[in-house]
């Protein structure tokens, strides 16, 4: 990914909508943000294209890309939590395989590159 992440809009915008019951007023800017954070999160540009379509499906995009950044941030801490524990205690294979078992399950590439980086990092370790 050539840009730097931004998710605070994205962030903001769910705040905004999901939490503080604020319609979501599909303007071009929004449909930019969300179409970009889509692709970001790892859906396809047909899905997100196709949820741009309808406020109803705008807002379930609006929800889907907030879980997908909300989780994958929350199972990457606490794996790479899990991992310092392990190579603290001199437990490469179980450090190893807390970024394995992120790498299995995780959809949103920035958190999956974060995993491989750190698994890489780890297999160069003697």
Do not use: F
Not at 59 to 64: D, I
């Amino acid at each position: 990914m050539a840009d730097e992440l931004d998710w605070d809009p994205i962030r903001t915008l769910a705040r905004r909508v999901l939490r503080d019951g604020e319609p979501l007023a599909l303007t071009a800017e929004v449909r930019d943000l969300l179409a970009r954070t889509a692709r970001e999160v790892g859906l396809s540009q047909a899905d997100a294209t196709s949820a741009l379509a309808s406020d109803t499906s705008a807002l379930e995009l609006l929800r889907e890309c907030s879980r997908r950044i909300s989780e994958g941030s929350s199972r990457m801490v606490n794996a790479l939590h899990r991992m310092y524990q392990h190579k603290r205690a001199g437990d490469l294979d179980s450090a190893r395989q807390e970024m394995r078992d992120v790498l299995a399950v995780e959809g949103v590439p920035h958190y999956r590159a974060v995993a491989q980086g750190q698994l890489n990092l780890l297999d160069d370790e003697p």
